[in-house]
């Protein structure tokens, strides 16, 4: 077979040290897995802009941001960005797993999943493309509400430590949210079966710190900490803990473990 | 070289795969043949790594193809059943993606694409979208996937499925060209299909492999007696003259004529001829003998008989 590919792969009798570019997560070939992990991204990107969802997801998703921030920010005159990251979490209940629910669903419904998995990529490395293509468009949604705190800076002293760390926060429960979608999304073949199963996850994760007094008092501190909000306060705050990092690290770990395991099972 | 070796996998109670073992040789184009459910689908699955064994092993190359999956799937091009590919993309920008994916070098990438887009056709549907493609289009723009990256080894889930007759022979001869240099497994439930274009058929049925070999060996193997179809008119008793005559079994009435021209069938043994004995007992019963001729046991009889009950 004639070589097509430029990349060699490295001898396997030597015990050599790892490649350049070597990563535990990746293996052996990191540089084409990074090639491969791309390509997907890309197309799926490119699938996200090509359908109308996106755009319909897009365009709610800004009009109640927009409507919840400045019907607000009206009203108590103040130059920053609270209101908008209070609400944010809300939102993206509904937009995360509406951004993940086609990922898997489709491809197992229609058959390309298949096609997907005899290509030569890992599950991870498949899961890696599909999330990263996931979270570059909801990095662009909520990228254009990057708007609001542009405006509001203009009609008086803006803070920017906590916009830039409520942005921060945004993104990474975005991410926790999105992996919890993508976990739903291979449960099931069904795209609105995936979205609401998303979604009822994220809520869960929502409302968990809300029930406080329902919880025998030593189990309230976990409780507590388990909750979504808990977290991304400290954000908003400008402070980016990294107890809440890990936290997010975390949901973001054992949604890729649990999808793995899911899409394992169907071989 | 493809090696399989005791290739088991069950759905829940259902043996999809059982205790399949067979080899497949560089330049040789294996079909795999059976009716619907007998287990090809799922065999091809297993080889192209989409599905994991119970039990068994698959060797591609020196490759364990469970434990190297990855490596496994770079050497080989599949095409699977229905061809499920993206119905929104180009034509054009599925294979850069297929080549990306195949990690391809950017200076060979472009040149791969244009040669598939010759080689299967494709020169006036690049520009498309895959949704807009007729069904043999699709299927073409499924064969130039599996080929992109030269693979060594080929697996092609039913490649002619809902193709029309031109289309069929394009894709035979081209399956055909492949064969000698590279290492073909195809699946079918066409007859005359893996009849044309296979050197070697491997029946299966319900999950097992109930023949195995060279079409025309399987038709000799499956030969235990020959069976000879006669039209005679002739007085007296013809059926027991002719029931008396060497390695004869068994005489049947066929299909009569005319009420003088009568239809007889011979049963006797495979390995003798006997058409020159029952000439030469015609002329000297004095029958007139309107027709004889000997039944060839097509690959369908073969298969009918392995695969019904």
Redesign the interface.
């Known amino acids: 077979?004639?070589n097509?590919?430029?990349?060699k792969q490295p001898a396997e009798t030597v015990p050599a040290p790892p490649p350049a570019g070597f990563s535990p997560l990746l293996g052996k070939n990191t540089q084409?897995a990074w090639?491969?992990i791309?390509?997907?991204a890309?197309?799926e990107l490119?699938?996200y802009f090509?359908?109308p969802i996106a755009y319909v997801v897009m365009v709610i998703y800004l009009l109640f941001a927009g409507w919840f921030f400045f019907s607000r920010f009206f009203l108590f005159g103040q130059i920053e960005m609270r209101m908008y990251f209070g609400t944010a979490p809300l939102l993206l209940m509904f937009l995360a797993p509406a951004i993940t629910m086609r990922l898997l669903a489709e491809e197992i419904n229609?058959?390309?999943?298949?096609?997907l998995?005899?290509?030569?990529?890992?599950i991870t490395q498949m899961l890696l493309g599909k999330f990263l293509a996931a979270f570059a468009f909801l990095a662009v949604i909520i990228g254009v509400t990057l708007s609001y705190p542009l405006t509001i800076a203009s009609l008086g002293p803006l803070d920017w430590g906590p916009v830039m760390g409520g942005y921060l926060g945004l993104l990474v429960l975005g991410a926790a949210f999105l992996s919890i979608g993508l976990f739903t999304s291979a449960l099931t073949r069904n795209q609105i079966v995936a979205f609401i199963l998303g979604f009822a996850l994220c809520f869960v994760l929502f409302l968990v710190d809300k029930i406080l007094m329902l919880i025998p008092g030593f189990l309230v501190g976990f409780f507590e900490y388990l909750g979504v909000e808990y977290h991304t306060q400290n954000f908003s705050r400008g402070v980016v803990d990294s107890k809440d990092l890990i936290y997010f690290a975390s949901i973001i770990i054992i949604a890729f473990i649990g999808t793995r395991l899911v899409l394992e099972r169907r071989? | 070289m493809i090696r399989i070796e005791e290739l088991s996998k069950n759905f829940s109670t259902v043996k999809a795969v059982d205790q399949v073992t067979f080899e497949v040789k560089k330049g040789e184009i294996l079909g795999l043949l059976g009716p619907n459910g007998a287990g090809k689908t799922t065999t091809l699955?297993l080889i192209?790594?989409?599905?994991?064994p119970d039990q068994g092993r698959i060797f591609v190359g020196d490759q364990d193809a469970v434990e190297n999956t990855?490596?496994v799937?770079?050497?080989?091009g599949?095409l699977?059943e229905?061809n499920?590919?993206?119905?929104?993309?180009l034509v054009y920008?599925y294979l850069q993606?297929?080549a990306?994916?195949?990690?391809?070098?950017?200076?060979?990438k472009e040149e791969?694409v244009r040669e598939m887009v010759t080689t299967c056709g494709l020169k006036d549907e690049v520009g498309k979208r895959i949704s807009e493609l007729s069904k043999g289009n699709r299927q073409r723009v499924g064969l130039a996937?599996a080929m992109l990256?030269?693979?060594?080894y080929l697996i092609l889930d039913e490649p002619t499925a809902g193709l029309d007759p031109n289309q069929i022979s394009d894709i035979r001869d081209l399956i055909k060209r492949l064969g000698r240099k590279k290492t073909v497994i195809l699946s079918s439930h066409i007859l005359s299909e893996v009849e044309a274009t296979c050197d070697r058929v491997i029946i299966i049925h319900q999950g097992k492999v109930v023949a195995d070999g060279n079409p025309k060996d399987l038709q000799r193997q499956a030969v235990d007696e020959s069976r000879i179809h006669l039209k005679i008119a002739g007085d007296g008793n013809v059926n027991e003259v002719l029931k008396k005559l060497e390695h004869v079994y068994k005489v049947e009435a066929d299909e009569n004529e005319s009420k003088e021209i009568r239809g007889y069938l011979v049963h006797s043994a495979h390995d003798h001829d006997l058409r020159p004995d029952i000439f030469r007992l015609a002329q000297k019963e004095g029958w007139v003998l309107y027709e004889m001729h000997r039944e060839v046991v097509s690959l369908e009889s073969i298969f009918r008989r392995l695969t019904s009950g």
């Open positions: 077979m004639p097509l590919t430029k990349i084409r090639v491969r791309s390509a997907l890309r197309k490119y699938s090509y359908s229609t058959g390309s999943y298949e096609m998995m005899t290509l030569p990529l890992t071989k | 699955r192209s790594g989409y599905l994991r990855e490596a799937r770079a050497m080989i599949y699977p229905y499920p590919i993206y119905q929104d993309m920008d993606y297929i990306a994916m195949r990690a391809l070098a950017p200076e060979v791969r996937q990256h030269d693979p060594e």
